[in-house]
């Protein structure tokens, strides 16, 4: 059994390499991620496909893309990142090798479990040296975009507060609050899967999303009821909306504050991320 670390304040990477397929849940294509231990801290991508040096993920990189986060890489966009940077931050792992084969990361059964289970096979290991980089608030910072708000509030250690409000009766008006840990982030969000309306499936694939969604990689709301019940948490759809903020603030680095957001979106997320970069003293 893998032993996570207590909190985010250490430095820990891979003590193996793992190897994960799946199809892009947009591109419907067959993709894949090698996750390899790294000596430098940050997270690092490189595509199996060419022999150009890795590239350390930043927060600047980050492109606010419909129903994903889509990192923008030179001359490349890798899409559909925040589950498995979400995994990585999320179980305590401040530097690692992604090894991508295509354009997109594996949606798996979309959640961060998988990665989660691919990180336990691996292993974690502490690094020595420089701990890992953490923002500090000094005021609180609030986002909104129309009636969605976030807000950052300075505290101890990082918690987030997730509202959520839909007229679907299936989903309804949820909320959960957390205190995050690596324990508590595997047991209490990662097991969280995406959702889905069964009215909007055709108009998304008109436009050429969701291509790889199916009823074993996202849950369906067909107004009262789900069309892939059984859900793993009463509350599941809230939980998955926290499991998307973690992966869009992975970057960034947890902030040391109570992070609460109503109505949350990848580009809500995203500017909170580039606030917190801003406001920074050392830049991640």
């Known amino acids: 059994m893998v032993c996570w670390p207590v909190d985010y304040d250490g430095a820990w990477t891979l003590a193996g390499t793992v190897r994960r397929c799946g ?18 801290p940050g997270i690092w991508v490189r595509w199996s496909s060419d022999d150009a040096a890795p590239v350390q993920l930043k927060p600047s990189q980050v492109r606010d893309s419909q129903l994903c986060t889509t990192l923008e890489l030179g001359d490349r966009r890798l899409a559909t990142v925040e589950h498995l940077l979400a995994a990585l931050a999320g179980c305590g792992l401040t530097q690692a090798l992604l ?3 295509g354009e997109e990361i ?6 961060a479990i998988g990665w989660v289970e691919a990180i336990a096979e691996a ?16 005021q609180p910072i609030a986002l909104h975009r129309g009636s969605s708000v976030i807000t950052a509030t300075p505290a101890e250690q990082f918690s987030v507060v997730g509202v959520i ?8 008006r949820q909320q959960f609050a957390l205190e995050l840990t690596p324990q508590r982030f595997v047991e209490e969000i990662a097991p969280a899967r995406t959702f889905g309306f069964r009215e909007q499936v055709e108009q998304l694939r008109a436009a050429g999303l969701i291509q790889g969604g199916a009823l074993d990689n996202a849950l369906v709301c067909d107004g009262d009821h789900w069309l892939n019940p059984p859900l793993r948490y009463p509350d599941e759809p809230v939980r998955h909306k926290l499991l998307d903020l973690i992966g869009d603030l992975a970057l960034v680095g947890f902030p040391r504050a109570q992070v609460l957001v ?10 909170l991320a580039a606030a917190l970069a801003d406001r920074s003293p050392v830049q991640p």
């Open 23 to 40: 199809i892009g849940l947009h591109s419907g294509k067959p993709v894949s991620v090698t996750l390899k231990p790294s000596a430098d």
């Open 99 to 101: 090894e991508v084969d």
């Open 106 to 111: 594996p949606l798996l059964d979309g959640s």
């Open 123 to 138: 292993d974690l290991v502490e690094v020595s040296g420089e701990r890992s980089h953490r923002p500090t608030l000094e």
């Open 165 to 172: 409000d839909f007229p679907q009766p299936a989903i309804g």
């Open 262 to 271: 109503y109505r949350g979106s990848h580009g809500l997320h995203t500017d």
